[in-house]
């Protein structure tokens, strides 16, 4: 029985080496797919970010194209109401000062409609691109935090690599991976 229990003990250290080898292995594989999850979610962030300040900068023209256009408007309505009181106050008594008169105030009033519109519509626009901005800044926060993790991930991995010795740092690695991986998927998800 001693024999069989050395026997048993040999083909068990030899397992062991097997697995030493092939984890020797299996560990920097691991460390360098993470490492290509961390440079990819790197890439998305780095877009993402570009993508949300570059819709960003356009909902800022276009907030600033909308003031100008009520600035536009308003002037427009201030030459209907000067016109109207000017001509029912009495004090222009020409016909012809009173049609021209009517003739602005007519004119205003189209050029107005036509602003007020162009107004809203650049309004609208810089929401359209401040939210679109929000989905992109949203991604880019998710894809950083999924970058990090993967980073940390990697050392952990490393870590356990050089030491040859406890596994939890590989297990929580691996834990960090995934929950990185989640961010990674999330950011997709909120673009």
């Given amino acids: 029985m001693a024999e069989h229990s050395a026997a048993d003990a040999l083909h068990e250290a030899s397992e062991r080496a ?12 691991c460390a360098a797919v993470i490492a290509v999850l961390a440079a ?3 890439l998305f962030s780095n877009h993402s970010s570009v ?25 427009s309505r201030l030459k209907i109401e000067v016109n109207q009181v000017m001509s029912e106050s009495g004090l222009v008594l020409s016909p012809a000062a009173l049609g021209a008169m009517h003739a602005r105030i007519v ?8 602003t007020l ?5 650049d309004e609208a626009s810089a929401q ?21 993790l993967f980073d940390v991930s990697i050392v952990l991995v490393s870590i356990t ?14 834990g960090l991976t995934l929950v990185g991986l989640g961010y990674f998927i999330a950011g997709f998800a909120h673009v």
Avoid: C, N
Wanted: glycine share 10%; charged share 25%.
């Fill in 51 to 75: 993508a949300g300040l570059e819709k960003r900068s356009l909902a800022g023209i276009m907030q600033t194209r909308a003031a100008d256009q009520y600035g536009y408007y308003e002037s």
């Fill in 18 to 29: 097997e697995q030493l080898e092939s984890g020797s292995k299996l560990i920097p594989i």
């Fill in 161 to 174: 690599a050089l030491t040859h010795g406890t596994k939890a740092l590989l297990w929580l690695g691996f």
């Fill in 107 to 114: 004119k205003e009033a189209r050029k107005s409609a036509g």
């Fill in 128 to 148: 359209v691109q401040l939210a679109g901005a929000e989905r992109s800044l949203g991604s880019y926060e998710r894809y950083e935090v999924a970058a990090t």
């Fill in 117 to 121: 519109r162009v107004a809203r519509s």
């Fill in 40 to 42: 990819i979610a790197t």
